[in-house]
């Protein structure tokens, strides 16, 4: 596990006005830390920056104390989930969670060991031999989540994960979001345009407007201090 550290991160698409503007946040190592803000705000430009998905303008991005700016998502070691998911459908349950470990060139032993570990944590065990498109909302999350938990990252990286399922849906994965990163004490950068979510997920809150960043506090700083 990791803190990520954002130092005066800059990014300019072209020559119009910059996407993410000179923006600084300490992610502390375990802490789970919301970005909120209106669409087009810059939001998943900068969770991609801390992926390695996108280049920096510039400023420094540090995880675990060392400068990643140059590095490529797959020597980052973090773990993004995606809104669509990105399961694969012709794999079973027990597949998707294990692919990473697959494509790591994991023992048979060691990814066996580390699916069942993960899908007792996400209480998936009775649904390891079914293929994504009979899963729910839910349970396709937690197969996501799954994926991400076996491959031990310095830190989990959420874009909107929760905008495609029903309010009742959504309410139930926050909790089960919330319990499972205090659970595993995992850093944890979460984006969202959801007011509820920001205000009742995580530790801290980082608001973000026109690619500046406006607040960055506890829900309970920001309710006392809107
Ligand atoms: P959010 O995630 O908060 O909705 P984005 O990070 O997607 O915001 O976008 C921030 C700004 O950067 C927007 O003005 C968007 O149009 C622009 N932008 C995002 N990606 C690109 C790109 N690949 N090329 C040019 N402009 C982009
Ligand atoms: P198919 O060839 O049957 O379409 P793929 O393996 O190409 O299957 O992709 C199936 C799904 O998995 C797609 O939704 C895709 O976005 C997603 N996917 C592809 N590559 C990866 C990857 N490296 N990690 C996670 N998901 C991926």
Known sequence: MAGIEMKNIVKQYGDGFPAVNDVSIDVE????????????????????????????????????????????P????????????????????????AF???????SDSEIDEKVREASK?????????????????GQRQRVAMGRAIVRDAEAFLFDEPLSNLDAKLRGQMRTEISRLQKRLGITTVYVTHDQTEAMT????????????????????ELYENP
């Open 29 to 72: 190592d375990g802490e789970f830390l919301i970005l909120v803000g209106p669409s087009g705000c810059g939001k998943s430009t900068l969770l991609r920056m801390i992926v390695g998905l996108e280049d920096i303008t510039d400023g420094d991005m540090i995880i675990g104390g060392k400068k990643v700016n140059d590095l490529a």
């Open 74 to 97: 797959r020597d980052r070691n973090l773990s993004m989930v995606f809104q669509n998911y990105a399961l694969y459908p012709h794999l079973t349950v027990y597949e998707n969670i």
């Open 100 to 106: 990473p470990l697959r494509l790591a060139g994991k």
């Open 121 to 137: 944590t996400l209480e998936l065990d009775e649904h390891l031999d079914r293929k994504p498109g009979n899963l729910s909302g």
């Open 201 to 220: 997920l995580g530790d801290r809150v980082a608001v973000l407007k026109r690619g500046v960043l406006q607040q960055h506090a506890t829900p309970r």
